[in-house]
């Protein structure tokens, strides 16, 4: 999260200064099943991380502990165990 705050800094990034985490319903479009490892489009998303885990700024709310991730792999969408686990981030802005 501080990844994408730090975005907004100054004049921003990339001439944005509203860039956050996706929500899981925004980070569920990010995934391209027509290829894997990762299952990203590396056009929309260059530079993506072959079996990395991404973060999503929605809490699983069965336990608030832990948060919606999508993995790179395969482009599997599930709830990470510990928020405090060391994932990846795509900042998106509005």
């Keep these: ?3 994408c705050v730090a975005l907004n800094e100054g004049v921003g990034y990339a001439g944005s200064t509203t860039w956050r985490l996706p929500r899981i319903e925004e980070l ?3 995934p391209n099943y027509s ?3 990762p299952a990203i489009d590396s056009t929309k998303f ?3 991380v072959a079996n990395g885990v991404y973060w999503s700024s929605s809490e699983y709310a069965g336990d608030t502990t832990k948060a919606w991730t999508m993995s790179s792999g395969g482009g599997a969408i599930y ?3 510990n928020k405090t ?3 990846y981030v795509r900042c998106v802005a509005q």
Excluded: E, G, S
Aim: net charge neutral; no cysteine.
């Design 28 to 30: 569920a479009t990010f």
């Design 35 to 37: 290829v894997t490892n």
């Design 46 to 48: 260059p530079q993506a």
């Design 79 to 81: 709830y990470d165990n």
């Design 85 to 87: 686990n060391l994932n």
């Design 1 to 3: 999260k501080a990844v």
